[in-house]
């Protein structure tokens, strides 16, 4: 257990529509991170929060977007969804040290129909 | 961040040595090595990283050649559940800075 919860596991909805994707890091870490993985792209970082504030930013398209909460909690929202959108969508959180390895999330499964 | 190479897949008996290679030939002096590991569709795993010296913990070890080039990860005796896709990504060590995956080498152990 890496101590990032995510949820839901599995997301089933239609194309068009809005869902949001939540994120809790490990006790203490300031910064998450997003990461989709699809079968034809695999595994690539979407946008990353530190301690509230956007940090950086990774292939993310522009009907995707984030935040991260003062109780350090993330929530990805994915919106006008189509078929391709359909992929495993990872969490992960780091320290502030330097050296801090990344410790990722179960992932939610989003199945766009 | 510098770009690594991976073989495909790779095959080890059970109780072997597993032994993983990447190359990074364009690594920079301030760039670590790092490993993760993906188990069947789980969140990736960390698993370790260095910088020039050998690595050593409880899971594998890292073997970076002199010259930085290439590393290769050492699963000592190697488990069903060691069965991965397995990363290894360049990137500069610094708090807070996203990884980038390559396709990596998916490992298969049998028994």
């Known amino acids: 257990d890496s101590g990032v919860t995510q949820t839901p596991k599995h997301l089933i909805t239609a194309t068009g529509q809005r869902v949001t994707l939540r994120c809790s890091p490990r006790s203490g870490d300031l910064s998450v991170y997003w990461y989709q993985q699809s079968l034809d792209q695999g595994l690539q970082f979407l946008i990353q929060y530190y301690n509230g504030e956007e940090r950086a930013k990774g292939n993310i398209l522009e009907r995707f977007s984030a935040q991260q909460f003062p109780d350090l909690h993330s929530e990805l929202n994915l919106s006008s969804l189509e078929l391709g959108d359909s992929a495993l969508y990872f969490c992960?959180?780091?320290?502030?040290?330097?050296?801090?390895?990344?410790?990722f999330g179960p992932g939610t499964r989003l199945t766009v129909l | 961040d510098a770009k690594t190479t991976q073989p495909t897949s790779m095959d080890c008996a059970e109780g072997r040595a597993a032994n993983l290679p990447c190359n990074h030939s364009?690594?920079?002096?301030?760039?670590?090595v790092y490993w993760y590991r993906q188990i069947h569709s789980q969140g990736p795993q960390y698993i370790i990283h260095?910088?020039?010296n050998n690595e050593t913990n409880e899971m594998a070890s890292l073997i970076i050649t002199e010259d930085r080039k290439s590393s290769t990860l050492i699963l000592p005796h190697a488990t069903l559940r060691d069965t991965a896709v397995y990363y290894c990504?360049?990137?500069?060590?610094?708090?807070?800075?996203?990884?980038?995956f390559g396709k990596g080498t998916t490992l298969s152990v049998s028994s």
């Open positions: 364009t690594i920079s002096g301030n760039e670590y």
């Open positions: 990504i360049v990137r500069r060590d610094q708090a807070g800075t996203a990884l980038i």
């Open positions: 260095g910088l020039k």
């Open positions: 992960a959180s780091s320290g502030s040290r330097v050296g801090n390895e990344q410790f």
